[in-house]
């Protein structure tokens, strides 16, 4: 038979009030008696049970994540990064994909919230905030992160999206681009974000851009590369070909210099390339690819201490908004001779 708790506290000559504290980690068991414990669930090799522990507590001890896309890297580094600190408090982290459509994230929302998730951390592709709005009215505690809403008053983690847009665009200005453009994602909080830093960083170097060197495209994450791709080469059929680009994120920018290298160009001597997200194998690449760092694990970390702090302290008075500083890590993509005028 599996070991139980009563076993445990029989065993030591504890109390199984004791023995579940040491489970929860609790501040007021001493290191000695906690040791014990530990030694002793191991030799018994004994494992909680979840389920009736959730019917105690009304806990599952389980949080769910909402990602518009498993494939890109960034969502992976910060679900890894939520997971480490939810993983020390005894959490367990439940990942789900919409593939970036709306009515699939209402479906895993849904699903997550029948298996009793203590908390929902989303990164949304919703066009409203009515699914929020209901979260609210249930009480169901929630984290958005990287993409927000205006008219949403809401605990959120990201990134300053309009500095993510300025500090890239700036940085092609500066290594001499003249013809700037930009592949943007789909109507969502941060290809908007990102598209109104570009316009904002050629305002302030006193440049323009013409209508047709700003995409914004539909797929943003899932399928980036690919219309990352299409995008350069329609651009790379212009009369004036951009001689800069700035894609909102990292694998949108591989697309656009897969599509650069095609046509016979250099990367970064004719077209110079930024994307976003700094995924760990961008230094690896054919082009080491410039890019902006979202810094994605202190995104997660600090959804995960958010998420944890809604369901130890309760609901705060005031939504949380954690808004971190984005940093440009520059590599062979954009390191070009500056070009004077």
Known sequence: MAARLKDIARDLNLSVVTISKVLRDHPDISTETRERVLKRMKELNYRPN???????????YIAGLVVPDLVHPFF??????????????????????????PELEQQEI?????????????????????T???LEEQKIPYVLIDRKFDELTANFVGVDDEAVGALATSHLVEVGCRRIAHIGGPKVST???????????????????PAEYVVMREHGDDAGDASGYEAMKRMLALKQKPDGVFCYNDPTAMGAMKAVLEASLRVPEDVAVVGCGNVAYADFLR???????????????????????????????KAKMVLLEPKLVVRASTMRHKRAG
């Open 50 to 60: 979840l389920a009736a522990r959730a019917l105690v507590t009304g806990r599952s």
């Open 76 to 101: 992976g580094q910060v679900a890894k990064a939520i997971s480490s600190v939810l993983r020390k408090k005894g959490y367990s982290l439940v990942l789900s994909s919409s593939e970036d459509d």
């Open 110 to 130: 849904d699903q997550l919230l029948a298996r009793r998730v203590d908390v929902l951390i989303v990164a949304s592709t919703q066009s409203t905030v009515e």
């Open 132 to 134: 929020f709005r209901r």
């Open 191 to 209: 290809a908007i974000g990102r598209a109104d830093g570009f316009r904002l960083a050629l305002r302030a170097n006193r440049m323009s851009t």
């Open 287 to 317: 082009v080491p690819l410039t890019s902006v760092d979202q810094q994605s694990d202190a995104i997660g970390d600090r959804t995960a201490r958010l998420a944890l702090g809604l369901l130890e302290g309760g609901a705060p008075a």
